[in-house]
């Protein structure tokens, strides 16, 4: 699976919009870019997924470039409770069977402020 | 809706003893994957149990096993305790049915202590 490079901090004020950069330059036509978050002493938790057109949830938009090279998730109105280590993973899709497994990186320490 | 549930939540060892951590998968979901976490990394794949047979593994060693049972749910064994396995453990699962872009869930892990 391709590698990814986050900034590892980032500060963002209460109620702005939080746009977290992600490059992965190396990525491959059939591998997706997936975003976790993990809130101290939890589990990471799914965010967003996509291959190559952007997508929005209730979590959160991801903005992936025409050539695939980068991505940026955007929480639009970040709160407090969106202080969290946030991670972007590049993952090979297979078509059946067992689902290839998620390689970590360091992430991005995202800081909401009041 | 019950999600991914992992149990202990703490636990204490020493050196050499053994463990077994457990999983109980999110509803609907039959893959289970485990993690390791240290303190201040990212989680480190181990393995992955699908139909009962692990399909996938890591850079992990032999000291680390596992079950899937036909229920899904799944355990962790570690064997001959070091030190460096102190760390928090992770569970994730997913629908290994499915095209394999499905997102995993976890659950809140288990911290292990050794010392």
């Known amino acids: 699976d391709a590698k990814t490079t986050q900034p590892p901090s980032m500060d963002c004020a209460e109620g702005r919009a939080a746009n977290l950069p992600c490059n992965h330059s190396t990525i491959s036509g059939n591998e997706y870019v997936y975003w976790y978050r993990q809130i101290h002493s939890q589990g990471p938790q799914y965010i967003i997924h996509?291959?190559?057109n952007n997508e929005t949830n209730e979590m959160a938009s991801l903005i992936i470039t025409e050539d695939r090279k980068s991505s940026t998730l955007i929480l639009p109105h970040a709160t407090l409770r969106d202080t969290a280590v946030y991670y972007c993973?590049?993952?090979?899709?297979?078509?059946?069977?067992?689902?290839?497994?998620?390689?970590f990186g360091s992430g991005t320490q995202l800081t909401v402020l009041p | 809706d019950a999600g991914v549930t992992q149990s202990p939540t703490h636990l204490i060892k020493t050196r050499g003893q053994q463990v077994t951590l457990r999983c109980s998968p999110k509803?609907?979901?039959?893959?289970v994957s485990w993690y390791q976490q240290a303190l201040g990394q990212g989680p480190q794949f181990i393995f992955q149990y699908y139909e009962e047979e692990e399909r996938q593994r890591g850079n992990f060693p032999d000291r680390f096993s596992g079950h899937q049972f036909p229920n899904y749910s799944s355990e962790l064994n570690v064997n001959a305790l070091l030190l460096g396995d102190s760390a928090l453990y992770l569970c994730?699962?997913?629908?290994?049915?499915?095209?394999?872009?499905?997102?995993?869930?976890f659950g809140d892990g288990t911290r292990l202590s050794i010392l």
């Open positions: 994730a699962s997913s629908q290994g049915q499915v095209p394999s872009n499905q997102p995993q869930h």
């Open positions: 993973i590049v993952r090979l899709l297979i078509s059946s069977g067992s689902a290839r497994q998620l390689t």
């Open positions: 996509g291959l190559k």
């Open positions: 509803s609907g979901h039959d893959t």
